[in-house]
T-cell receptor, first 110, second 116 residues
Framework: EDQVTQSPEALRLQEGESSSLNCSYT??????LFWYRQDPGKGPEFLFTLYSAGEEKEKERLKATLTKKESFLHITAPKPEDSATYLC???????????FGQGTRLTINP | DSGVTQTPKHLITATGQRVTLRCSPR?????VYWYQQSLDQGLQFLIQYYNGEERAKGNILERFSAQQFPDLHSELNLSSLELGDSALYFC???????????????FGPGTRLTVL
């Protein structure tokens, strides 16, 4: 069964303090790994899709990387507006449903 | 704004009742997905429709059903509601064509269901 585990569950940083969120996965053939951002009471907002090991994508202060077993979301010099829950999901080959991790709740203090 | 719309935003009802949640996908998207998000379970896939046909089923209870109409909007029907059905229900849409590399799912704002 496809599985996604995210760590840590919660992370509190000071503004400007860079860090990384981890997403470990097991999947029967990876079609894609997705990162979403979710604000409280809102729908997940798409950030990145990664398809193969070694791939990297960047958007503003965020950079996502992928290996054969895990993905990292690196946050560089974060700002308070980066506070949110970050969700990782995998999509297996031949499937279209997403299997989500429990998320990492990120808080950036000014 | 993802382009996916959901109504209503909030729904409060009693145990044993039946409710209908509605979703309109992004323009051009043929696939609609329903997910349930609760505090203890996280985001769980319920069901997918593609161009009016059911394509995949996840952990959807028999009391729940869905359909996709010719104009591609979708409805999720929840019946004989229990306290444990209280959750956020999200609809997502994607182009849905098989074989394409990028088939990102875009999520709507959700419907918060409270069963009292």
């Amino acid at each position: 069964e496809d599985q996604v585990t995210q760590s840590p569950e919660a992370l509190r940083l000071q503004e400007g303090e860079s860090s990384s969120l981890n997403c470990s996965y097991t999947v029967s053939g990876l079609r894609g790994l997705f990162w979403y951002r979710q604000d409280p009471g809102k729908g997940p907002e798409f950030l990145f899709t990664l398809y193969s090991a070694g791939e990297e994508k960047e958007k503003e202060r965020l950079k996502a990387t992928l290996t054969k077993k895990e993905s990292f979301l690196h946050i560089t010099a974060p700002k308070p507006e980066d506070s949110a829950t970050y969700l990782c999901a995998v999509q297996a080959k031949g499937a279209q449903k997403l299997v989500f991790g429990q998320g990492t709740r990120l808080t950036i203090n000014p | 704004d993802s382009g996916v719309t959901q109504t209503p935003k909030h729904l409060i009802t009693a145990t044993g009742q039946r409710v209908t949640l509605r979703c309109s996908p992004r323009s051009g998207d043929l696939s609609v997905y329903w997910y349930q998000q609760s505090l203890d379970q996280g985001l769980q896939f319920l069901i997918q429709y593609y161009n009016g046909e059911e394509r995949a089923k996840g952990n959807i209870l028999e009391r729940f059903s869905a359909q996709q109409f010719p104009d591609l909007h979708s409805e999720l029907n929840l019946s004989s509601l229990e306290l444990g059905d209280s959750a956020l229900y999200f609809c997502a849409s994607s182009v849905g064509a098989s074989g394409i590399l990028t088939d990102t799912q875009y999520f709507g704002p959700g419907t918060r269901l409270t069963v009292l």
